[in-house]
């Protein structure tokens, strides 16, 4: 079929956002291990990914079977055809928004990991937006009995539910969604209002991962077509737009959740938050790539806090410093704490290594 009417566009806005989308997700996966620090977020990620992938197909295909596009211009076959397109977007909408979400939610838990009460906060939220979710996708999947009268009105004897009851759960999951983007989107402001970091990495810190409000947005604009799509007499031609902003919605949380994580592979490429070219900024146990301050003695320091499973805990510092004449010396320090029954013992050990420069 031949775009017209609303589905070049439609075509358009979701092949941008999925080539975004697509490039975002693989730097994550490199990051991620490079760093060594996978973790329960970057799973969500990667198996929300595939019906991601799937939602993007339909999406892409849609408007070529009628997504977009005037009915009175098509067929019958063409209608139904239309209407199944429409029936799996909404199926694997729901499938992405909870992997994807779920991600974002994990992610910043591990970051509050210390403060427990932020951690029981995101699991709330994170249940409450795979329980409405859940809900929705059931709804929608049983809502006509058969199934397949949702999008085939020549089986005799089906019937679905009246459409007010399918926007009404519309508007109670667009609404949780929006919800829980902009707590996940305002929640590292506390959580890096104590941390000792300077302003400039707060605010980045704090942009990267405060970019799920965009998110929110599209879930907002969505929501004002959902609430046209009852009053209108021309399906196909109206939910060109739900499947742009519907699929922007997961799109952009997607991108979001994994250009949260690409620090160090910025600051690798452009060599952010270096002052004399040795600067290295890790915090480990947050794997959330936030960047650590620079040593107020003028070196760089790097600091790695981690908590193992057998109580034992340990702190690692590094300290670099460039001396005229000298080279770069180093020194490392390493210690952990081992929770016994018998009390806490300490252990310590210190390395110092030193490159001496060559004079010519």
Partial sequence: MELVDRAPS???AVFILGFVACVAFPLRVYVRLTKKVWGYDDWCMCIGFVPFICLTVICLGGPFHGIGVHQATLSEAEQSKGRLWFFLFEVFFCITIIL???????????????MRSYVYALWSASALVTVMNLAALFYIIF???????FWDYNIKGAHC??????????????AVNIAVDWFCALLPIPLLWNINMNLNSKISVAFLLGLGIFASLSACIRLKYT???NNSDDLLYSVGDIVIW???????????????????LFARIFRL???NGHSTHELNDVRSSIPLPQSAHGGDNSHAWARSREGKSSVVVKSGQLRKNSGLSFCESEEELVQNQGGIQVHRSVMQHRDF???T
């Fill in 10 to 12: 439609v075509f358009t």
């Fill in 100 to 114: 994807v979400k779920l991600s974002i939610a994990f992610m910043l838990a591990r970051i509050a990991d210390p």
């Fill in 143 to 149: 809502q006509c009995s058969p199934v397949a009268y």
């Fill in 161 to 174: 539910n009246p459409s007010t009851y399918l926007a009404d759960i519309y508007y109670a999951d667009t």
């Fill in 227 to 229: 609430v046209n799509l």
């Fill in 246 to 264: 519907g699929y922007a919605e997961n799109a952009i949380g997607l991108t979001v959740g994994c250009l949260s994580v690409l620090k160090p």
């Fill in 273 to 275: 938050g270096s002052s």
């Fill in 357 to 359: 420069a060559t004079r």
